[in-house]
């Protein structure tokens, strides 16, 4: 049951993303319109005022100074992705999908950074090495 309910707000979340990008991508484009030559043109969804690449620090400064603003645990951005992969592994969803969605080559990789057992987890192999060797 855990899992249907993950799967809908994961589902929630990605709807409200998509929603949010539609909308941000309008009011860019817009922008773009308005400052017409001075844009400067790199396909980016996050960037400067004209157009440019936002240097990574920066980018992380003004996410972090946003998730404080709207009172979140301070994470980096490379945290969110964490979060993502570990929560959607958690959560039962297929490690090929995750590790493709994060732009891995191989699954390994995927479930080596991004599985992690937890207790109720290990007790249930141990109970079942034990039934099987004590039968």
């Not at 929630?12 to 400052?35: D, G, P, S």
Request: glycine fraction near 8%; charged fraction near 25%; include cysteine.
């Amino acid at each position: 049951m855990r899992h249907a309910w993950v799967v809908t707000c994961l589902a929630v979340i990605l709807v409200a993303v998509a929603e949010t990008l539609q909308r941000h991508r309008l009011r860019q484009l817009e922008h773009r319109v308005a400052v017409g030559k001075l844009w400067d043109d790199h396909g980016l969804v996050v960037c400067t005022e004209d157009g440019r690449p936002i240097h990574p620090e920066t980018f992380t400064r003004l996410f972090r100074s946003e998730a404080r603003r709207l009172g979140l645990e301070p994470i980096g951005v490379h945290g969110l992705r964490h979060s993502m992969a570990t929560s959607a592994l958690a959560a039962g969803e297929d490690v090929k999908v995750v590790s493709q969605i994060l732009g891995h080559s191989s699954t390994t990789t995927t479930r080596d950074r991004y599985q992690h057992p937890d207790d109720g987890q290990r007790r249930e192999v141990a109970s079942h090495i034990a039934e099987g060797v004590l039968g």
